[in-house]
């Protein structure tokens, strides 16, 4: 009997126990999650509920206040417009202090090899989904020139090269055809990956069509240096969109690397699909949205705070 009562006594105690330890498991879940939300509303306030953002007109400052209208957690903030520059200055500077800061963000941009920051989670999906560079030809060009079309197909960079790309370029203040030859020079192995088994060409002559875009000129820059280097004699030419997409489909233009799919590029694929082959993706996981420092502690447009 004696020995059941404590047996007994054993159980409740442990049962006490684990009922304080679950306890106090609990308390410290509220207080991490009391934490992160006081951390949140301090990171909203120091901001005073304010995004910066780009020139007014451009097409994510449109984005920015429709998610403003959208998500109950920036109801009451204001976006701040300037420019580009303006608004890069803003980042480099609150990163040196560590203070918070959401910005207008785009990929690729040199803006994410050179800071620490991380896209803010969209879950009403106001900023669309990831978008891609499509690597497009004129119809015909398979069967005219096989060589070119088979290096068009492989042309394919990490979007995080493109980044440092045009990080570099930004810093050295050089031109994007310096920036493409030297990243072919530290980029043997994948160079060769694109050349292997393709057979060299006399001269044959080829247009490269390519957007004025940082990113586009970089990628433009190298496909042609690399079908120099196999033969071909390639002109470059930077235009603008409507252009690029009437060049190939008119077969001005024998080829580019420059759409943004989906979204971007979209109306002008749609308007001319069909007067042109799409063989593949070149660069993958652009994107478009808000960004902060990765040291705060939002991850998600939903993490702030309205203004009072």
Known sequence: MLSFQWKKLGVIAGLSLSLVAAGCGQA??????????????NESEEMDYTITGLEPGAGQTELNDQAI???????????????????????DKAIENEEPIMITAWSPHYMFAKWDIKYLEDPKGVFGEEIYAATLVREGLRDDMPTAYTLMERFNWDISEVDSALLKAEEEQLEMDVIAAQWIDENEDTVSEWTEGIETVDGTS?????????????????????????????????????????????GDADATLSPWLPTT????????????????????????????????????????????
Do not use: C, R
Request: glycine share 8%.
């Open 28 to 41: 410290d879940a509220n207080d991490t999650s009391n934490n992160a939300k006081e951390s949140t509303t």
């Open 69 to 91: 209208d959208e998500y109950e957690s920036l109801a009451g903030w204001e976006q701040e417009t300037s420019s580009t520059g303006a608004m890069l200055s803003a980042l």
């Open 206 to 250: 080829m247009e490269l069509a390519a957007t004025t875009w940082d990113d586009a000129l970089f990628t433009a820059n190298v496909a042609k240096i690399v079908l120099e280097q196999q033969g071909f004699d390639v002109t470059l030419t930077p235009v603008d969109p409507a252009i690029l997409f009437e060049s190939i489909a008119s």
């Open 265 to 308: 590029h979209g109306a002008l694929y749609e308007e001319y699909e069909g007067e042109f082959e799409d063989i593949g993706k070149n660069i993958e996981g652009g994107k478009l949205g808000l960004a902060v420092p990765s040291y705060m502690e939002a991850d998600s447009l939903e993490d702030f705070e309205p203004a009072e």
